[in-house]
């Protein structure tokens, strides 16, 4: 059993089915340095969160009579030499549906069956994958509503049910080491715990447990980033500490499929917006480099110095529009971003500042607790109106007016810009609107205590409508 972004063992497609064909089974789990090489940093909150995360799978398989085997090295080679030391007939492993793990499963299935190995790998991250939800002409879906439609539809109680675990055993390998510790593989400690996040199946459970009190108000909080409305549970259904069949279970549980129960409907919602994501990625590749609609890759973006500039400014939290900063900084800080949040700070740089939100893209990827490539991307594209399902072009958010009716008291601004703490709630959304004297007076200096707007919202908005004309002329019927 090789373990990837499934790092639980209960309601697991891949280990139950291992436990179903197999008599004896080992689990393992590989530090991809095709993966760990290429990030940025060395503190890396996501490399903390596996390992703890390692650490109790580990203990819970030991429990069980197994134990994880983990290896720090390119899992192209790993797996196969691993499966000829352990003289294992078949690899077993849950699917992944980005271009680059397809490519890897692949190589890694070819290596396997050059020596007579089978590989097997099974639906685990999404609750429909593949050609589970096609239209009635046996294509992809690429609007939502209508996907989400025939999503439910096809939504039985199967399809929650956890997946037991079969008669086969778990057996430790003579192979197995301690866990490697974060220096062992190139990283050093990041502040994961204090942010609030607790790794691992139990950080998940925890997560869920104090979600559901909230899950009827849903609907109703979610678009408030300085309430406490959503699940936060992204980071574990990234890493596979709770599985996405449960919390359809729950959401179920807690009324989803019936009529006018909104939060967990709503919710619901959300969990098959993820499942799209995966679907447009693995039948869709193409949007990992351009545009869904290819139109829109004809666009030019800002670029040269200033936009240089502009840029580091977005990612600093310094553009001077409150919310945006706030955001940034939440992002920085936290390593989570608010989804309304996510929305505007990407609609800010593409629309407000010009900038190809592939930049925006790659940031999110390397900030992103929960970065998922599907999920960012779809929503990076979605913002940028090049997606398949965005918002249109000519709908562009203007950030004061999303700051008045998301953070309307600014209590998300305070929190994470203190600098604006004495701004009158009436300027909150805009300081540069007080005048020298109320500047003064709240001690927040524009230019110079904080920074003036880098751009003026409505001519960035007629530049952007002229930018995005040429979709007009590029659009195939
Ligand atoms: C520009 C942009 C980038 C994003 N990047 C990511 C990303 O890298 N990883 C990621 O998991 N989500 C991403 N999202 C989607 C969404 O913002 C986060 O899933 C959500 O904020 C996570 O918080 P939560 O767990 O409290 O979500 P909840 O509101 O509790 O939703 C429950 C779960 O549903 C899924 N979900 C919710 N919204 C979406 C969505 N729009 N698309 C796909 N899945 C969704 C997530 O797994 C989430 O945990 C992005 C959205 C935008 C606009």
Known sequence: MWFRRDLRDTDHAALSQAL??????????????????????????????????????????????????????????????LARRLGVAAVFANRDYEPGAKQRDAAVGAALQATGIAFESF???????????????????TVFTPYRNAW???????????????????????????????????????????????????????????FLGRLARYREQRDFPAVDGGSYLSVHLRFGTLSVRSLVGAAVAAGALREGNGGATTWLGELVWR??????????????????????????????????????????????????????????????????????????????????????????ACQLNDFDLSANNGGWQWAASSGCDAQPYFRIFNPVTQSERFDPAGKFIRRYLPELAGVPDKFIHAPW???QHEQQACAVLIGRTTPAPLVDHDQARRRTLERYAVVKTRAVP
């Open 433 to 435: 609107r007080m005048t």
């Open 123 to 141: 639906k685990d991250q999404a609750v429909f994958d593949g050609n589970d939800v096609l239209t009635q002409a046996g294509r992809p879906y």
């Open 20 to 81: 179903r064909r197999g008599r004896r089974v080992y689990c393992v789990f590989v530090f991809d340095r095709e993966i760990l090489d290429r990030l940025e940093q060395r503190a890396d909150r996501r490399v903390e969160f596996i390992l703890e995360s390692l650490a109790e799978l580990d203990a819970a398989l030991r429990a069980r009579g197994g134990g994880l085997l983990v290896r720090h090295g390119w899992a192209v080679s790993e797996i196969p030499c």
């Open 152 to 210: 439910l539809r096809r939504l039985t109680e199967d399809d929650w049910r956890p997946h037991q675990a079969g008669p086969g055993v778990l057996v430790a390998s003579s192979l197995a080491n301690a866990l490697p510790s974060l220096t062992d593989i190139g990283f050093s400690r990041t502040d994961l715990r204090a942010s609030g996040i607790v790794p691992g199946m139990s950080g998940g459970r925890r997560g869920l447990a104090s």
């Open 275 to 364: 499942d799209f994501y995966f679907m447009i990625l693995d039948h869709f590749p193409h949007v990992v480099r351009g545009a869904f609609k290819p139109a829109y890759d004809a666009i030019e973006w800002e670029s040269g110095p200033a936009a240089d500039e502009a840029f580091a400014a977005w990612c600093a939290g310094r553009t001077g529009y409150p919310l945006v900063d706030a955001a940034m900084q939440q992002l920085k800080q936290t390593g989570y971003m608010h989804n309304r949040l996510r929305m505007l700070v990407a609609s800010f740089l593409s629309k407000d500042l010009g900038i190809d939100w592939r930049l925006g893209e790659a940031y999110f």
